[in-house]
Every structure is written in structure tokens, then in C-alpha cells.
């Protein structure tokens, strides 16, 4: 039974994933002419980009690296990436669609449309068939994983388990918590803890506070996970990734909090017609919407000081890692763009170098010189390994 229910998760998560990737690639054309159109401009246009590429984007995650990745080799401009990464909590619209649309839409109807896929060769209609497939595929998988989490609470029967989940005091709800945070360092996915919630919702094996706080512990990790992965860049990106990512947790943990006093406030409100499950799914589908809410307030809070900071020293040469570009944690026009510019960048460098040729000894200092050729060789280094 165990291993048919994580069978059924694991085909949950991968279609998810999926999903948010083939989303992201319909709009990849236009997510290239924002890039190439500068997103380095006046506020009133700046902010209407950054918002279209944080919600094309349809993963909070890859945004925030994306941003602060274009930040980090000198290709994007720092209020630009500040708000990309403030603005990127809306690209969680993606999974709340998901989430009102399961149990209510037939997912092999879905897959089975994907059939007209044979009858065309257009990359965008390919794209858009892939897309339904994994959402079909999602609510298919959801619906098994409901339906066996069913099984599964009822061999559990009434043992410690069982109660621990259904619990709504303080300690439990606690250590769901912990637990959403710690596993969430473990199961790399995003969003994971939602496909688990909405499944253990649809057999009620978990209160909705329980759903909270397993979801409000991944969220905290996802910041601490931005802080944790931006630790090895230059001075400044760390300090960006240090105060975005702790601000978005303490963010997710005062959306936690209220979520529950709401629930407390709200206690057994009516249904206003709808049945159990679809008012249940729908509550739930507030608190995600509530604890997204507060870190996403807390980001453009933080990021609004940030972006006037001035930065006077110069910052040492240390890249992001491009593992970042190859485990897909970046978003894909942006690497685009990002590589043309990081080359027009090195020739620049290049430029200048060979121009100290020219000079007397001594016009410029060593150190300045020494730092131009470190920046060059990491910049071709890190251009060539993006091209691999």
C-alpha cells in the first residue's frame, strides 16, 4: 500500500514540475522581448516587466534565482532584480489554478486531447499539448493519491499518526511545521507540500490547519533555501539573498500565525451551498493565498530599502554556480539573454585589458589590473560551462 501511495506522489510532483515548465515555455518568446527590451528603465515601465516575467514565470523559485543570478554578473541592474524577486511570490498562480481545479476536472479528458498533438508540428502547439498533458496528469496522479491516502488513513486506523495529523493544538500543528521545513530541504520540488495537503484534505486525514502549517514550513524554507544558495556570490548578492530570503521567512511565519487565528475566527462558517470537500478545498486554497501574501508584503518591504542602497566598494569576482543553469533553476529565456550579455561583457573586459598595454607602468594599480584579469577569467569560465 505504501509504496503504490508513493508511486502516486511521486507522479503528482513530476507532472506538476512539468506543468510549470511547459507553462513557462508558451510565453518564452515574449519573456525574451522583455529582456531585450531593457528592464533597466523608469519605474512605470520597469514594474509592469518585472511583473509579466514574474508571473510567466509560474515558479517563485526560479524568479528569485533568476534575478538575483542577472544581478550577480553585472547584466541586470540592482532595483531591477530587487523587484523581480519581490514580485515573484505571483507566480504562484500556477499551483492555486491546480489547486481549485482538483477533483472537479478529469485529467485523462485532458490527456486524452493531447492525441491531437500527432496532427501538428508547430513548437507553440506542441508546447500547449505538453502543457495539458502534465496538468491532466497531475489531477489524474492527485486523484490516485487521494484516493490511496484514503486507504492509508484507514490502515493507520486509530493509531498516533492518524490523531497527530487531524490535530489542531499548538504542539502538533508545531511540528508540522518542522516537519514541512525539514522535509522541504529533502524533496527539492516546489510546492510539494500542496499536492500532499490537497490529497490528505480530499480524504480528511489532515485538518486544514495541519495543510497550513506543512505548507507555511516550506515556504520558511524556501527563503532560508535563497539565503542558504546566494551565501558563495559576491558581498552585495549575498546581502540581497540574505535579507530577501529572511524577510520572505519570517514573512511565511506570520502568515502561518494568522492563517490560524483566522481559522480560529472563521471556525465552522458556512458552505454557502457547496459541498463539504469543494468548501473545504476552497478555505484551504485562502490560507495558501494568505500565507503567500505576507512574504510576498515582507519582500517588497525589505526590497524597497534595498533597492536605494548605494554599493561603493567594488565587489569581488564570485559567479553563481552554473549547476544553477543546468538543474533547470533559472528560467529559460533569461539564461538567453543572460549569455549574450555576459559575452558582450567579457569582450568589454577584454577590450580594457589589452588597452593597459598601451599605458606607462604605473598609471594603473596593480590591483586594479589583477582584478580585471581574475573578473575575466571567471566570466569566461562561467560563459563556457552555460554553453556546455
Not at 235 to 257: F, K
Request: charge should be positive; proline fraction near 2%; include cysteine.
Amino acid at each position: 500500500m505504501i509504496y503504490v501511495w508513493l508511486g502516486s506522489f511521486v507522479l503528482t510532483l513530476f507532472s506538476l514540475k512539468e506543468s510549470q515548465k511547459y507553462l513557462a515555455r508558451l510565453s518564452e518568446t515574449f519573456q525574451q522581448k522583455i529582456y531585450e527590451s531593457s528592464l533597466d528603465a523608469k519605474f512605470d515601465k520597469m514594474l509592469p516587466r518585472a511583473l509579466s516575467l514574474s508571473v510567466l514565470g509560474s515558479s517563485p523559485r526560479k524568479t528569485e534565482l533568476t534575478a538575483l543570478s542577472l544581478y550577480n554578473i553585472c547584466v541586470l541592474g540592482k532595483r531591477s532584480s530587487v523587484l523581480m524577486m519581490g514580485l515573484a511570490s505571483l507566480g504562484a498562480w500556477w499551483i492555486l489554478v491546480l489547486s481549485l481545479g482538483f477533483m472537479s476536472i478529469n485529467g485523462l479528458m485532458l490527456v486524452g486531447i493531447c492525441i491531437l498533438a500527432i496532427f501538428t508540428k508547430n513548437k507553440k502547439w506542441q508546447n500547449l499539448f505538453q502543457l495539458l498533458f502534465f496538468t491532466g496528469l497531475f489531477f489524474y496522479g492527485a486523484e490516485l493519491l487521494a484516493r490511496y491516502s484514503a486507504n492509508l488513513q484507514m490502515s493507520l486506523g486509530d493509531s498516533s499518526l492518524a490523531f497527530f495529523l487531524v490535530e489542531n493544538h499548538l504542539l502538533p500543528l508545531l511540528g508540522m511545521l518542522l516537519l514541512g521545513f525539514v522535509l522541504s530541504f529533502v524533496i527539492t520540488i516546489e510546492f510539494w507540500t500542496v499536492c500532499l495537503a490537497l490529497a490528505l484534505l480530499a480524504a480528511s486525514a489532515i485538518s486544514l490547519n495541519g495543510a497550513a502549517s506543512f505548507f507555511a514550513g516550506e515556504m520558511i524554507a524556501s527563503g532560508i533555501l535563497l539565503f542558504w544558495r546566494g551565501r558563495k556570490l559576491n558581498q552585495e548578492c549575498q546581502n540581497i539573498a540574505m535579507q530577501m530570503g529572511l524577510s520572505s521567512a519570517v514573512g511565511a511565519l506570520l502568515g502561518w500565525v494568522l492563517a490560524l487565528i483566522l481559522q480560529e475566527v472563521a471556525g465552522e462558517a458556512g458552505s454557502f451551498g457547496m459541498d463539504g470537500l469543494s468548501f473545504r478545498l476552497l478555505r484551504w486554497t485562502a490560507l495558501v493565498v494568505l500565507i503567500l501574501f505576507t512574504p510576498f508584503f515582507a519582500k517588497m518591504l525589505v526590497g524597497h530599502f534595498l533597492a536605494r542602497r548605494v554599493v561603493d566598494e567594488v565587489q569581488a569576482a564570485r559567479y553563481f554556480p552554473p549547476h544553477w543553469s543546468h538543474q533547470e533553476l533559472l528560467c529559460g529565456p533569461a539564461v538567453v539573454w543572460g549569455r549574450q550579455r555576459l559575452s558582450q561583457r567579457i569582450q568589454e573586459i577584454r577590450y580594457h585589458l589589452q588597452g593597459l598595454v598601451s599605458l606607462k607602468e604605473g598609471q594603473i594599480p596593480e590591483a586594479v589590473q589583477i582584478r580585471l584579469r581574475r573578473e575575466e577569467k571567471e566570466l569566461a569560465q562561467l560563459y563556457t560551462d552555460l554553453n556546455a
